[in-house]
């Protein structure tokens, strides 16, 4: 008779553990869940790719739901922090989406024009070109404020100058203005998106490195961007 309870006993507490782990409790229940909605989410919510037809539609949608404004760029020299401003809303939109899609985690700072910029959002890896396709193929009309100059540490979208009268912005392509003086010169022609708080002596830093004749850096100071809560 002990032999038989004893027995019972065993098999039903193996049979209990078997089943504890097994079946996922409530709260990793709702933890996947919640997983599953927000993958579904962000799947509708790129889905789409942006043109210059729904630029506006698109960022201002995107802004909506997705308002952070800090950021924080790492390379090899230290963390740069920047700080986007809210009175330039569709390049906010667009730079936190460019985080959040980890493009700018495949480019690096791909112009250095000593005293002058540091220049990034490109490369030639191929992941990058991969997701630039995925994102869409448009620029973003410019946000130029009187108010938000060029100084020293600010931070702004490049463009291009050919038939571009209405000074649309570059969505990949962002530059860190490192003359003390700060850039005068372009006051009025780009989009200044936000400033450096923290980090201008790295700027500084790859602003020294060595260059070839096209202002390349003779070795890729790649970076990694990430959303500071």
Not at 126 to 154: N, V
Request: net charge positive.
């Amino acid at each position: 008779m002990r032999l038989f309870l004893l027995l019972f006993i065993l098999f039903t507490g193996a049979a209990t553990s078997c089943q504890d782990s097994k079946t996922p409790s409530q709260n990793e229940f709702k933890t996947k869940k919640v997983q599953k909605k927000e993958a579904k989410a962000k799947k509708t919510q790129y889905a789409k790719r942006i043109t210059n037809k729904n630029v506006v539609e698109m960022l201002t949608e995107y802004g909506k739901t997705n308002k952070e404004r800090f950021v924080k760029l790492t390379t090899d020299f230290g963390d740069i922090e920047i700080e986007l401003y809210n009175e330039t809303p569709l390049h906010r939109a667009n730079f936190i989406q460019l985080v959040k899609r980890k493009f700018l985690d495949e480019t690096c700072f791909y112009r250095v024009a000593k005293g002058f910029v540091i220049q990034g959002g490109n490369s030639d890896r191929m992941e990058m070109a991969k997701i630039k396709r995925r994102i869409g193929q448009f620029t973003i009309p410019h946000e130029i404020k009187k108010h938000l100059k060029h100084h020293y540490g600010c931070v702004a979208m490049a463009r291009v100058y050919e038939n571009n009268p209405n000074k649309r912005s570059s969505p990949f392509e962002f530059y860190i203005d490192v003359d003390p003086k700060g850039s005068k010169h372009l006051n009025g022609e780009h989009t200044v998106i936000g400033r450096v708080i923290k980090g201008m002596d790295v700027a500084k830093k790859i602003n020294s490195v060595e260059v070839d004749f096209s202002e390349w850096p003779k070795k890729d100071v790649y970076m990694k961007a990430a959303i500071i809560e």
